[in-house]
């Protein structure tokens, strides 16, 4: 499976972005998509994710409300629209999909098979 990650830019807060994260496999009934990030001399975090069969989100407090995973079934596309952003979003933001991700592991990095390349998010103050 490839995972093409899009939509990253540079934005002053309170601003509004949406990335992208297309599959290339559309055998998927199982899986979890999510959406880490890692800031600057941070470790990679959990953002968000979201169960492909029933479309069950989950999301990290620091963007509950602010941040919201959603799909595109005809697409293969998970996408992450994120609002009201703070410079403390700035990161590379990953997208990433687990075969057999289990409910305790969705928020572990271990918990995925599959990555994407990455893109870039900052917010300026």
């Known amino acids: 499976v490839q995972l093409q990650a899009s939509g990253g830019g540079l934005l002053q807060a309170g601003g509004s972005l949406r990335l992208s994260c297309a599959a290339s496999d559309r055998t998927f009934s199982r899986r979890v998509m999510a959406w880490f990030r890692q800031g600057p001399g941070k470790e990679r975090e959990f953002v968000a994710a979201l169960r492909w069969n029933g479309g069950h989100t989950y999301y990290a407090d620091s963007v509950k409300g602010r941040f919201t995973i959603s799909r595109d079934n005809a697409k293969n596309t998970v996408y992450l629209q994120m609002n009201s952003l703070k410079p403390e979003d700035t990161a590379v933001y990953y997208c990433?999909?687990?075969?057999?991700?289990?409910?305790?592991?969705?928020?572990?990095?271990?918990?995925?098979?599959?990555w994407g390349q990455g893109t870039q998010v900052t917010v300026s103050s």
């Open positions: 990433a999909a687990g075969t057999n991700t289990i409910l305790s592991m969705f928020q572990q990095k271990e918990g995925y098979n599959y």
